[in-house]
């Protein structure tokens, strides 16, 4: 057993290289520059692992791409505005088949927006930002420990789904220093699943819709959604097996609040009070478990750093109103959770007599 | 073994137009490639967007189709994790430096050991003739319509930004001169990027008046001369290989930092 004080960026590096990465790509952006210059540090002293600081974040999620299919688990982080820039590269990984990581470790937006600030506006951009249909498996972690250990099953769910997957952190989380002991962590590799290139076959590794032989079937309806169909279903059954969630706090209460990532660590002091649902795969969204669990509960409250992002797809999967508390302009505290429960007339006696 | 065991001959005929610049780079790509013992367990092909991209579909090789502009990200990636590998990258004048111009600039710099077969047609084709970024000053095109306003790109001028890339000059006319382009290229040490002027007789050859392939095959043919031996800077319309200095491409990270050892 080895404590120690670990940032969850840094943190992400080590689950990174745990999980057997050997190739990163980047480009600096806060706040998640520090994955980056952790990498570039570990590949100092590592000759089997393989870093480029690339020109910018289109580069670097190409990079990824080509790194994995020759034959290296790679990843890359970044933050909202250059995982924007890298979506093309999101649904070129989809459509092939590519097993790689992508970290998103969230600031407020949109644009450059408030680089340093923490937020959670990319929800929809980790499912829909690449265009056209494909099946997204996200995490979100809540702590430094947790940094770690869903870096590992990211890289092993890539693995086995074929695709690239998400892992979301936050500005706030990926700067937080905590005590971690990581041997305790033990979660087995997933080795690769894909045969490297030149391997003595003759495959093509297509964005355009192509016939397995390699001929394009750009106007071919039947097969496009054979391949989808096949690719959803594959996605969807690994998913299944990486359904990670918590359901805890006072579940006698008849409130059920839902928050996740750092959120979720902000409202701790809510415990005694209200019931606790925090998914942390949030792609492709725990339906069946939020079916079963939400009908206990009279009210439903989404608190995340969105304007109703995650609420949105709560409302659609239960098919009923959900209490909005919007964490906005990086204001993640326990003083704007107070607020934005006292607006909607849901703040606790006890929590707002012990107000600061 | 022959070059045609190098390309997937039942998938023709290409869907190439009749008359189209392209197979004859495939075709003497292949033949090289025979030459020099290239087989799918030593190279791989990258591939862009455009007509130029479906080459990686008709040769025996594993090919990675990418997105438009990137292929040269991908192919650095395949060349960092696995330096044995020859890593050759086939694609337009377009999908090379305009959309990817960026990855350009910094695969230049960064000068990792790929080949790049551009093929120049100073046009986009597939998307039926607009003005690309090596368009004469003054041809009309689709998009157009009154000749191209600005200066095209300096493809030579890019490369030789590294004092140890590898830039050529040929035109599908010149089979032996492009063969040993080509070659030449595939054995350097580090980034090499063969710039192949390349008839479009559909989308581009027809409108600038010439009648067919064949008219714009003799044009390259009058046009184009020989640069003189030992030419450090190619002028217009010369054909010749421009070499820099032969280093070893710079190790990229991690890959062969001897000193240091320990935890990350």
Same mark, same amino acid.
């Given at each position: 057993?080895? /404590?120690?004080?670990?940032?969850?960026?840094?943190?992400?590096? #080590?689950?990174?290289? /745990?999980?057997?990465?050997?190739?990163?790509?980047?480009?600096?952006?806060?706040?998640?520059?520090?994955?980056?210059?952790?990498?570039?540090?570990?590949?100092?002293?590592?000759?089997?692992?393989?870093?480029?600081?690339?020109?910018?974040?289109?580069?670097?999620?190409?990079?990824?791409?080509?790194?994995?299919?020759?034959?290296? $688990?790679?990843?890359?982080?970044?933050?909202?505005?250059?995982?924007? #820039?890298?979506?093309?590269?999101?649904?070129?990984?989809? /459509?092939?088949?590519?097993?790689?990581?992508?970290?998103?470790?969230?600031?407020?937006?949109?644009?450059?927006?408030?680089?340093?600030?923490?937020?959670?506006?990319?929800?929809?951009?980790?499912?829909?930002?690449?265009?056209?249909?494909?099946?997204?498996?996200?995490?979100?972690?809540?702590?430094?420990?947790?940094?770690?250990?869903?870096?590992?099953?990211?890289?092993?769910?890539?693995?086995?789904?074929?695709?690239?997957?998400?892992?979301?952190?936050?500005?706030?989380?990926?700067?937080?220093?905590?005590?971690?002991?990581?041997?305790?962590?033990?979660?087995?590799?997933?080795?690769?699943?894909?045969?490297?290139?030149?391997?003595?076959?003759t495959r093509l590794?297509s964005?355009v819709?192509t016939y397995p032989d390699g001929e394009p079937a750009?106007?071919?309806?039947?097969?496009?959604?054979?391949?989808?169909?096949?690719?959803?279903?594959?996605?969807?059954?690994?998913?299944?097996?990486?359904?990670?969630?918590?359901?805890?706090?006072?579940?006698?209460?008849?409130?059920?609040?839902?928050?996740?990532?750092?959120?979720?660590?902000?409202?701790?002091?809510?415990?005694?009070?209200?019931?606790?649902?925090?998914?942390?795969?949030?792609?492709?969204? #725990?339906?069946?478990?939020?079916?079963?669990?939400?009908?206990?509960? /009279? $009210?439903?409250?989404?608190?995340?750093?969105?304007?109703?992002?995650?609420?949105? *797809? *709560?409302?659609?999967?239960?098919?009923?109103?959900?209490?909005?508390?919007?964490?906005?302009?990086?204001?993640?505290?326990?003083?704007?959770?107070?607020?934005?429960?006292?607006?909607?007339?849901?703040?606790?006696?006890?929590?707002?007599?012990?107000?600061? | 073994?022959?070059?045609k065991d190098k390309i997937k001959s039942d998938l023709f005929p290409t869907i190439w137009?009749?008359?189209?610049?392209i197979g004859?780079?495939m075709?003497?790509?292949a033949?090289?490639?025979?030459?020099?013992?290239?087989?799918?367990?030593?190279?791989?092909m990258?591939?862009?967007?455009?007509?130029?991209?479906r080459m990686g579909a008709y040769m025996q090789f594993?090919s990675?189709y990418?997105?438009?502009?990137?292929?040269?990200?991908?192919?650095?990636?395949?060349?960092?994790?696995?330096?044995?590998?020859?890593?050759?990258?086939?694609?337009?004048?377009?999908?090379?430096?305009?959309?990817?111009? !960026?990855?350009?600039?910094?695969?230049?710099?960064? !000068?990792?050991?790929?080949?790049?077969?551009?093929?120049?047609?100073?046009?986009?084709?597939?998307?039926?003739?607009?003005?690309?970024?090596?368009?004469?000053?003054?041809?009309?095109?689709?998009?157009?319509?009154?000749?191209?306003?600005?200066?095209?790109?300096?493809?030579?001028?890019?490369?030789?930004?590294?004092?140890?890339?590898?830039?050529?000059?040929?035109?599908?006319?010149?089979?032996?001169?492009?063969?040993?382009?080509?070659?030449?290229?595939?054995?350097?040490?580090?980034?090499?990027?063969?710039?192949?002027?390349?008839?479009?007789?559909?989308?581009?050859?027809?409108?600038?008046?010439?009648?067919?392939?064949?008219?714009?095959? !003799?044009?390259?043919?009058?046009?184009?001369?020989?640069?003189?031996?030992?030419?450090?800077?190619?002028?217009?319309?010369?054909?010749?290989?421009?070499?820099?200095?032969?280093?070893?491409?710079?190790?990229?990270?991690?890959?062969?930092?001897?000193?240091?050892?320990?935890?990350?």
């Amino acid at each position: 057993m080895t /404590k120690r004080l670990l940032q969850g960026n840094e943190a992400v590096l #080590l689950g990174a290289v /745990k999980a057997g990465a050997s190739y990163f790509a980047g480009y600096p952006i806060s706040p998640s520059s520090e994955v980056l210059m952790a990498a570039s540090v570990h590949a100092a002293s590592h000759p089997e692992f393989r870093f480029l600081q690339a020109e910018d974040e289109i580069a670097s999620a190409n990079a990824i791409i080509g790194a994995s299919l020759a034959g290296a $688990k790679s990843f890359t982080a970044t933050s909202g505005p250059g995982f924007s #820039l890298m979506q093309e590269a999101v649904g070129y990984a989809h /459509k092939v088949g590519v097993p790689t990581v992508f970290v998103d470790v969230q600031r407020v937006g949109p644009a450059t927006g408030m680089p340093t600030m923490p937020g959670q506006g990319d929800i929809l951009q980790t499912r829909y930002g690449s265009s056209g249909d494909y099946t997204s498996i996200v995490f979100y972690p809540s702590t430094v420990a947790e940094c770690y250990e869903y870096t590992i099953r990211a890289f092993n769910c890539a693995e086995e789904s074929r695709s690239p997957v998400v892992l979301l952190t936050d500005a706030f989380l990926g700067h937080l220093n905590e005590v971690v002991d990581l041997d305790s962590i033990d979660v087995p590799i997933v080795e690769r699943t894909l045969e490297p290139l030149a391997s003595g076959h003759t495959r093509l590794f297509s964005g355009v819709a192509t016939y397995p032989d390699g001929e394009p079937a750009t106007a071919d309806a039947d097969e496009f959604i054979r391949q989808y169909e096949e690719a959803t279903a594959l996605r969807l059954a690994v998913a299944e097996r990486y359904s990670f969630y918590e359901h805890g706090w006072n579940t006698d209460s008849d409130t059920l609040v839902i928050a996740f990532g750092i959120t979720r660590r902000i409202a701790q002091p809510l415990a005694p009070h209200f019931a606790l649902f925090r998914p942390i795969r949030i792609w492709p969204v #725990l339906q069946d478990q939020l079916r079963e669990i939400a009908p206990r509960y /009279k $009210k439903i409250v989404v608190i995340e750093g969105s304007d109703g992002q995650y609420a949105s *797809v *709560v409302e659609r999967v239960l098919y009923r109103d959900v209490y909005r508390v919007p964490l906005l302009g990086g204001r993640m505290s326990l003083e704007a959770v107070r607020e934005g429960l006292d607006r909607i007339g849901l703040l606790p006696r006890e929590l707002a007599e012990t107000a600061v | 073994m022959s070059y045609k065991d190098k390309i997937k001959s039942d998938l023709f005929p290409t869907i190439w137009c009749p008359g189209c610049g392209i197979g004859l780079i495939m075709t003497q790509l292949a033949m090289v490639m025979d030459d020099l013992g290239l087989d799918k367990t030593n190279t791989v092909m990258v591939t862009g967007i455009g007509c130029t991209g479906r080459m990686g579909a008709y040769m025996q090789f594993d090919s990675v189709y990418t997105l438009h502009g990137r292929t040269l990200p991908v192919a650095e990636a395949i060349a960092t994790v696995r330096p044995e590998l020859n890593v050759i990258v086939v694609s337009g004048d377009g999908d090379l430096s305009s959309i990817g111009g !960026n990855h350009l600039l910094h695969a230049i710099r960064r !000068n990792p050991r790929i080949t790049v077969l551009c093929n120049n047609n100073e046009i986009y084709g597939l998307t039926g003739g607009q003005t690309g970024p090596t368009t004469p000053v003054g041809t009309k095109t689709v998009s157009s319509p009154a000749g191209a306003t600005y200066s095209p790109v300096n493809l030579q001028g890019l490369v030789n930004t590294n004092a140890n890339a590898f830039y050529a000059k040929t035109t599908v006319y010149h089979q032996g001169p492009m063969r040993r382009a080509i070659k030449e290229a595939i054995e350097w040490p580090g980034f090499a990027f063969v710039d192949i002027t390349s008839q479009c007789i559909e989308n581009n050859g027809r409108r600038i008046g010439f009648p067919s392939a064949n008219e714009m095959l !003799n044009y390259y043919k009058k046009e184009y001369r020989t640069a003189p031996p030992g030419a450090t800077q190619l002028a217009n319309h010369q054909l010749g290989i421009v070499k820099g200095h032969a280093a070893e491409p710079a190790v990229p990270a991690g890959a062969g930092a001897a000193k240091g050892s320990g935890e990350a």
